[in-house]
């Protein structure tokens, strides 16, 4: 199964509580009004401007383990092949919100208009993820359709440059996908543009399979640790 999917930006709610959190603000700062405007603005912007595409592809487990391989230069051991070879189903996917968000944002930053520019990209990238959550919740209920997907299984995405998964695997990943035809490209130093696209595998089965202690050498420097909080959401330890 390959499948594109085209996404109206206006159907994606986005987690404004998510975007102050990603600008340092926490539940105890008081959001001014100046702040709660250029939230409203940038959310404007974002519908207006933003056109989420998104690519999908099942996998065997034999081609995933060649795509992940890439370079050679994931982390040993590897966590993310090791939960895939557990899985049920393999999807990659690439996502992107276009080449015009993107080119906004520059405009508003060149334009010296650096707060607004600041707080459009973060909330840039909360509706990226609320599309990644969408396309995950599509894939799921067509698994489940096509009885891949029982009672207690749970799917996860894992992207190039995040548990040992070097970032230099979006080459392959994008290859095999043939991501061009939603716009993304790849720099050479495997940076996706535009800049606010996403990729990698959702990796579907019993919930235990990504369920793991973060005491991997890539844990350490990691800043993120969300994985925490998505293995508790399973029913995992956090």
């Not at 600008?23 to 940038?42: F, H, N």
């Not at 899985?87 to 276009?98: D, E």
């Not at 095999?176 to 089965?205: C, D, H, N, Q």
Request: proline share 3%.
């Amino acid at each position: 199964m390959r499948e594109l999917i085209d996404i109206d930006p206006r159907t994606l709610v986005l987690d404004r509580d998510s975007v102050f959190r990603g600008q340092g603000m926490t539940d105890a700062t008081r959001i001014t009004r100046v702040v709660a405007e250029l939230y409203e603005k940038s959310l404007a912007l974002f519908y207006e401007k933003a056109a989420p595409r998104a690519l999908l592809l099942d996998v065997t487990q034999e081609e995933f383990d060649i795509i992940y391989r890439g370079e050679g230069l994931n982390d040993t051991p590897s966590l993310v092949e090791g939960i895939a070879g557990r899985a049920r189903a393999l999807t990659l996917f690439a996502l992107t919100a276009g080449r015009d968000l993107s080119e906004e944002i520059s405009r508003i930053v060149e334009a010296k208009e650096m707060v607004l520019g600041y707080m459009l990209d973060v909330v840039a990238s909360e509706g990226v993820e609320a599309a990644a959550e969408n396309i995950t919740r599509q894939n799921t209920e067509r698994l489940a359709g096509e009885r891949r997907f029982p009672e207690g299984d749970a799917v996860l995405r894992y992207s190039p440059g995040y548990c040992g998964w070097h970032v230099s695997g979006q080459g392959r990943l994008l290859d095999f996908l043939g991501a061009g035809e939603i716009g993304i490209e790849l720099t050479e130093s495997f940076i996706m543009r535009p800049e606010k696209s996403v990729s990698g595998v959702m990796i579907s089965g019993v919930k235990k399979i990504h369920f793991f202690k973060n005491y991997f050498d890539f844990c350490v420097p990691c800043r993120h640790k969300s994985c925490r909080e998505r293995i508790q959401s399973l029913g995992g330890k956090r």
